[in-house]
């Protein structure tokens, strides 16, 4: 017994403790001494991953992961994290599509969970959760042999389809298709209705592997488990990660793109464009001053939507988006509705609140004639397209960001918008961009040619993969920012990851239903605590449209830096 002691150097460490105990006579003496050794105790392995079956904010199945270490002996429950679902299926899709999404989502969360609970539990056992980029190599690598299987798969799969397509079938004689000899339903030579220009065909979705959500959850999942252990907030955390255990002097927080209308496919309305109408309040505001003007703002739309004595209430159009679905009919009525709404408050729209647009593009493309249809019965090519986004922000120049406003496969139109708009009004890449693995292997952030990306914690994604993302976006001057999916869910983590990674904006939906309204309520807990710390940095970050105000002022990528006055530091317009 005293050889193993003495080999573990416990006299000498007890010999220690206790002459500096003496001196300090501390309240609670065993407390103390457990503080004291638990220094020198073994660090915390990860023993044992549970994968469970839950409900996102949606009502549909998703991941839950939950993380358990040895701890000094002990087995402990660390943290636990449910993952955020997207889905590409749209409202007004056919009940068949609606009901293979549910049976794919299905899929994916049951094969995630055979995952988590059998291979990827034996392979993380015995890792320290401090070790991100250990873990993250090791579910890359885990995640590149099952696309592997999947590619040997379906290649067995289609010789076998081959074989029996090879297989001797009876043939009718020609005479047979048709008595005159010639095929039914081929007219030669007669067109049909087409588009004056044609347009790019949509390029063929990324697949994805079915499961993948598992690599994505158990990677944030060990991230928190790491914050968790080190006592540290989990955008600290991911802040020292991004900058090489580096951790910046200050922090900033990112501005919230807050969703107050949706006037898309799904609304009554002819209005099919604006699936998101989008509040951002002025950077010199902090995130409580500015939720609570935006707060105003929605009870002030919903007293000119609903009036009390008309119709049934508002709230029963409440969006899964959380915010008001509202039924227009040409392009500017939502945006008179908000000029009024604002100036029935004293507020000016452009000064004390800006406005953003998600067009979701992608979604009104009519390919039988290659246009758009922006309203019922309205349709515009990609060229007409430009012209009138061109317009709107001349009239209304309190956009100061359109979200996907073409298709991916738009590029000279992209290129043309960013050419007539840029310089005033952010054109941002959501569905219109690659996923977050292909940018992080292509290098190239502009196909099609953009001010920034919003980027999605989904499927396969890694926390090392979004920290090189977003160096990246930095690099080529663009911006970045966190978006949730339309299946969200009540995990807050998305916040500290725009906090940590340094994102310009967070786009989190309305400022309803609780797994949104949990999410800004986690920014504000984190501005509190940077500013109780004295680690809030005031943004310096200002609109696009603010260039011609000041011509000392020169871009950075999504920061636009005012030249420093002697004395005086930077000055803010």
């Not at 009554?268 to 707060?295: D, F, N, Y």
């Not at 309205?378 to 298709?407: G, H």
């Amino acid at each position: 017994a005293a050889e193993y002691y003495r080999s573990n150097e416990v006299p000498q460490r007890l010999e220690e403790a206790l002459n500096a105990t003496f001196y300090l006579r501390p309240p609670d003496l065993y407390g103390h001494l457990a503080n004291y050794f638990s220094k020198f105790s073994k660090p915390p392995v990860i023993c044992k991953l549970i994968g469970r079956k839950v409900l996102d904010g949606t009502g549909r199945p998703t991941l839950e992961v939950e993380i358990f270490c040895t701890v000094k002996n002990h087995e402990k429950s660390i943290c636990s994290i449910v993952v955020s679902s997207h889905s590409e299926i749209l409202d007004s899709a056919s009940p068949e599509a609606i009901d293979a999404d549910e049976n794919e989502r299905n899929d994916t969360v049951n094969r995630a969970l055979e995952w988590v609970n059998g291979s990827l539990n034996e392979m993380l056992r015995d890792l320290q959760p401090a070790d991100q980029c250990k873990a993250d190599e090791l579910l890359g690598e885990y995640f590149a042999k099952k696309v592997e299987e999947e590619k040997e798969r379906k290649a067995i799969e289609k010789e076998e389809q081959e074989a029996a397509i090879s297989a001797p079938a009876y043939v009718p004689a020609l005479s047979a298709v048709t008595p005159s000899g010639k095929k039914k339903g081929v007219k030669l030579g007669k067109k049909s209705s087409v588009a004056e220009k044609p347009i790019s065909p949509a390029e063929p979705i990324e697949p994805v592997l079915c499961g993948s959500i598992a690599i994505g959850g158990l990677s944030l999942a060990v991230a928190k488990t790491g914050a968790t252990i080190n006592n540290t907030p989990l955008y600290l955390h991911l802040a020292l990660m991004k900058h090489d255990q580096d951790l910046p002097k200050e922090l900033t927080m990112p501005l919230p793109m807050v969703t107050l209308l949706s006037c898309g496919k799904s609304s009554s309305g002819k209005l099919k464009l604006m699936k998101e109408v989008m509040l951002i309040p002025p950077a010199e505001l902090t995130v409580k001053q500015g939720i609570e003007r935006l707060l105003e703002i929605q009870k002030q739309m919903m007293r000119l939507l609903d009036p009390v004595s008309k119709g049934p209430s508002v709230l029963k159009r409440i969006s899964h988006l959380g915010c008001l679905i509202t039924g227009c009919d040409s392009l500017e009525q939502p945006l008179i509705l908000l000029q009024t709404a604002c100036r029935n408050l004293g507020l000016e729209l452009g000064t004390d609140v800006h406005l953003a647009i998600n067009c979701a593009a992608h979604e009104l493309m009519d390919y039988t004639k290659g246009k758009y249809e922006i309203l019922t019965g309205t349709l515009k090519s990609p060229d007409e397209m430009v012209d009138m986004y061109v317009d709107l922000i001349n009239k209304y120049p309190s956009i100061i960001a359109l979200i996907d406003p073409l298709r991916k496969e738009d590029g000279q139109q992209w290129s043309n918008i960013c050419n007539a708009v840029g310089s005033r009004c952010y054109l941002i890449a959501e569905d219109a961009a690659k996923s977050i693995s292909k940018l992080v292997e292509d290098q190239n952030i502009n196909v099609p040619k953009c001010s920034g990306l919003i980027i999605k914690y989904t499927n396969q994604t890694k926390i090392s993969d979004l920290t090189e993302l977003t160096r990246l976006l930095e690099g080529q001057r663009h911006i970045a920012i966190l978006g949730s999916p339309a299946g969200e869910s009540s995990d807050d983590s998305l916040v500290d990851l725009a906090v940590g990674l340094g994102a310009r904006f967070i786009k989190l939906g309305g400022l309803s239903r609780g797994e949104r309204v949990t999410k800004y309520n986690r920014l504000l807990a984190i501005e509190e605590e940077l500013a109780k710390n004295g680690t809030l940095r005031m943004s310096f970050f200002l609109t696009c449209f603010q260039l011609a105000m000041n011509k000392r002022t020169k871009i950075a990528g999504g920061m636009i830096e005012t030249a420093p006055r002697e004395g005086k530091g930077m000055k803010r317009l």
